[in-house]
């Protein structure tokens, strides 16, 4: 009843929307992502099969969970990395890092240059092995960061330094 | 001068202070009590082979762990030395490792100091020295110092330019609020804790199952149900109990001050005293929560809002950053208000937007599925074991339904967002509603997150970064339209970029109700 009241009077709902950021991820995330989910569902499928060998009497127990997790890790692995890539972009702009992620959750996130704390670049050892590299932007808040996966890593480091030197020009500690 | 800085010796001479001696007394009686409360339930387990074994056993135990916390504590008092200089706050300590500590006094926001029962016995407090900074480094403690020491060093080290802003009592504890306490959650837990409790004891002695007999026997005489009543009734009776006396030892002498300089200051505590000071320079706004207990009586809490404010795992327990307990909706308004300096509460003043429809369907939703999975396992086992189960199921899910869909059309009227003056104001929660109001300088970063299912309604939720208090604060399940706009207009040209608008005339933007 209040509800239906209230929304007669509410404005007509806007359409305002965030646009994609600019620029796409590397190609070669893909490949990263692709290797990293087929790790994660190995790791355990490994271990059951090794235990099913070893576990006669368990076998199918131990088999059957094995090839559903290998089935479902093949099937993200196949499909996953695509979407994603379709949906991680980012661009830097003269006053804001702004990013989009995630495809069941996405999740878009603008900060803006004057309130940068730290610029990071992390390579684990497969982004190493694509040549990617990660860039995590930090700000005051607990849960401000801003992380781009998956650029070139020359690209990375050039953003980084390009972050570091405008966030350093900025006064203040950034709260 | 200069070696000091490489010496690894303990610095000595000007300037240079040590802890109060009297932390090796608080220290042998503390590992006193430590040593009791673990040797006499091992003692009374042991003497079941013999008592000679049982005092061979515990009392050489009990003797080193006391005298190891007397000879640590004593290291520590030799190895541990702070100068309030100038411009820092230095602290050298460590046994082993040497750890050297350096704060700026002029990034100085907190400066805390609690004491417990044991030491207060001794006229000493711990003082917490903090900086904005949310890591450990940020962090000075000297414990144990003396009551003075501590009171001049939060008067020293907070005593900025006095700007003339004249001293007052924001709100002194009125012993009425003591009947918000057992309607907290507190209560219920704290009850279930005790039973825990009680059974654990009697397992020590392994009398549990005795104990548990002894209670099925009392309350033999009253039938299932009445046996069940019988038993909530008295674990709410101690829980309520419980509720209360916690309540006094935290609340007892609370008063919320202003002091000169800027520096809001509260004090409370029975027991342990804590003095809790915070800049309001580091203030970004204040937090009402009202849990439902609270809210159906007319009660509300204040929190603050701050940057810099302990939120680590060591002060979550104590509630460091409440300014206000739970107290009359009108009280709690007021302290907001004077708090922000606002002649009105922005959370008061605000005309609060309501979110699309499609929340409720997703608050309904949730509160279902919420139900159906606490009923599955006993479905399941009822249709596999026993009937009684399935009899119990469908009671609880006639009970439980109609409460979780009140909760949910509750939930969704509690949804709301506005903006009044620089403040942007979100309100979302039913079992804990929550109104932050949020100054929009304090606002560095925007997060929009939009599940699969959410995409489909419309909706989103815009979460505000900040310095402060829990990091984040959430308009959730918004119109995506209605959000970003709100967004934009709470922090203008940061989201401008990255938006886009209708082709067709933009929509004309709400007014924004003034202080209402």
Redo the contacts between chains.
Sequence with gaps: M??ST??AT??????????P?RNPVDRRAVGWWTTNLLLLAAAPVAVLVVLGYLITPARFWLIAPAVLIAAVGLVAAAALPRWWFRVHRW?V?D??V?TRTGF?????????LS?IQTVDTRRGPLEQRFGLATVVVT??????A?TIPGLDHALAADIAEQLTLTTQAVEG??? | MSEQANAPARPTGAGWNELDRRGIPVAAIFMLGVAVLAGVPTAIGLSAISTTVALAWTLPGAAFVVIAGVVAEWLRHRTTRYRVGPDRVELHSGVLIRRRRSLQRDRIRTVDVTADPLLRVFGLVSVRVGTGERADDGTVRLSPVTRDTGDELRRTLLDRVGDGTAEGTLAVLDKGWIRYAPLSFVAPALGSAAFGGVLNVADWFDLAGGVIAWAVDRLAGFGLLGGIAVLVASGLAVGVIGALGLWVEMWWNYRLDREPGGTLRVRRGLLTTRSISLEEERLRGVDVVEPLGARLSGAARVDAVATGMATGTENTKTDHNTLLPAAPKAVADRVAAEVLREPVSPTEAVRLRPHPIAARGRRVRWALATVVVGELPLVVLGVLLTDVLLHIAWITAVVAVPVAVALAFDAYRSLGHGSVGDYLVARSGSVRRSTVALQCRGIIGWTVRQSVFQRRAGLSTVLATTAAGAGAYAIRDVGTGTGLDAADAAVPGLLAPFLERAPAPAPVREPVPDLA
């Design positions: 209040t509800t209230t929304n509410a404005p007509p709902p806007s359409s305002t929307r965030l646009r950021p661009e702009t006053t804001a702004y069941f959750w996405q999740e878009w996130r603008v900060a803006p309130r700000t005051a808040s607990a849960k401000g801003v500690d950034a709260t």
